[in-house]
């Protein structure tokens, strides 16, 4: 951002400018955002836009960033516990990958664009990787007894990319399937060696 102000009528403008981009994106499926566009959606010039923002790119990356924030309240909201430390839903439990669909389809036009872009969907939300990498991959890596770090980061990216393939495939659809029909083709998309603590987690 060019301007780094802090003062609530500065990032009010933002979230302004950020709403006014996604009602673009989200009519007609998505119609080409461009500066113009967004400031007369928003009601601003072009120099108020750039106060904000460098421009296109910049400003997907500053909604980009703001959606993971959102993303990681959603997820400290519906913890499972009251420990300050726990991280929350268990990963690939049927609750946390409810969580993540709901919030992909919800700005589902957002996400189109953004990986039309080159960027990558927010699988590191709320430290989601790192609690994939210790309740997961690191347990279930050890019991069949793989111990080096790096064979154990062969299972992780196959696991991720995974995901990311049917996310970006639902995404570029329009998120027309249910989420339960995701939901249940990612738990069946899971590699066997994972099954055993995924088919632990039950209904979670």
């Not at 802090?6 to 009602?23: C, G, S, V, Y």
């Not at 499926?29 to 500066?35: E, F, S």
């Amino acid at each position: 951002m060019v301007n780094v102000k802090n003062n609530a009528r500065f990032l009010a403008t933002d979230r302004r400018i950020e709403a006014a981009a996604l009602q673009l994106m989200d009519r007609a499926d998505g119609p080409q955002v461009n500066i113009a566009a967004i400031c007369r959606e928003a009601g601003i010039n072009r120099s108020t836009f750039y106060e904000h923002f460098n421009g296109i790119d910049d400003m997907i990356d500053a909604m980009q960033e703001y959606l993971f924030g959102e993303l990681r309240e959603t997820f400290i909201n519906r913890r499972t516990g009251h420990d300050p430390h726990d991280s929350g839903e268990m990963p690939l439990s049927n609750t946390s990958v409810r969580i993540f669909l709901e919030h992909i389809r919800e700005h589902r036009y957002f996400y189109r664009i953004s990986l039309k872009q080159g960027r990558n969907l927010p699988f590191d939300v709320g430290d989601a990787d790192a609690e994939l990498w210790k309740r997961i991959i690191l347990p279930r890596c050890t019991e069949i007894g793989i111990t080096e770090p790096e064979d154990m980061e062969y299972f992780r990216i196959s696991l991720i990319s995974g995901l990311s393939a049917i996310l970006c495939r639902w995404v570029s659809h329009g998120c027309e399937e249910s989420i339960e029909s995701i939901t249940t083709i990612i738990v069946n998309s899971i590699p066997v060696v994972f099954s055993p603590i995924v088919t632990g987690m039950g209904g979670q």
